[in-house]
């Protein structure tokens, strides 16, 4: 898996496209979150529930219908003002969405581990990307270790770059376009 910093970049640098009137840093701590809550299944581990089981690490937390009900009570909880199924409704549902599932979407691109389940519970195998250019995050204290190094090079190469890069083009044309409406 990615680091969770790489997880959290990659997302707040999606989520940037999205012009919000509500209050920003909720809505950027909520985007933080959604991206970081699939791994919350490394419980699994010290209750005895093997990895390569659907309730393992990369199982169902880390499924599409996890990054699709999860943004349900997000909205609820913190958004319950905003009217179920309009366009403000769906949109930010759509960026949480984006935000949990993008989670899935970078681990099945590292080059290590069992694969992720992102069709569970409808079929528990799981899979990586063809082309897996991320390092694989050591675990715990061994992160703290040369290969932890490798792997946030890697992540700064295939993650934070093309993040910092995104962020920046799609900033540039939201104040072109901005400066145009004027």
């Known amino acids: 898996m990615p680091t969770i910093f790489s997880h959290g970049i990659a997302a707040l640098s999606a989520a940037s496209i999205f012009k919000t009137k509500f209050d920003k840093s909720k ?19 010290p ?10 690490h990369r199982g169902i937390t880390h499924s599409i219908l ?8 997000i ?11 309009t366009l403000r409704y ?6 949480f969405f984006l935000s949990t599932l993008s989670h899935a979407l970078l681990d ?12 569970c519970p409808f079929n528990v195998d799981r899979f990586f990307f063809d082309f897996r250019p991320i390092q ?9 270790s040369e290969a932890g190094l490798r792997v946030l090079q890697s992540e700064f190469v295939w993650i934070w770059i093309p993040s910092i890069i995104f962020f920046g083009v799609s900033n540039f044309l939201k104040l072109i376009l901005d400066q145009r409406r004027k």
């Open 136 to 144: 694989v995050s050591p675990i715990g204290k061994r992160f703290f």
């Open 47 to 56: 209750l005895g529930i093997p990895y390569a089981h659907w309730l393992g």
């Open 66 to 73: 996890f990054s699709v009900l999860f943004p349900i009570p």
């Open 90 to 95: 769906l949109l930010l549902w759509f960026v």
């Open 27 to 45: 809505f950027y701590l909520l985007v933080l979150f959604c991206s970081l809550i699939p791994d919350a299944d490394v419980i699994a581990f």
């Open 108 to 119: 099945a691109l590292t080059n290590g581990g069992l694969g992720v389940c992102l069709y």
């Open 75 to 85: 909205l609820f909880i913190f958004y319950r003002f905003v009217p179920v199924f």
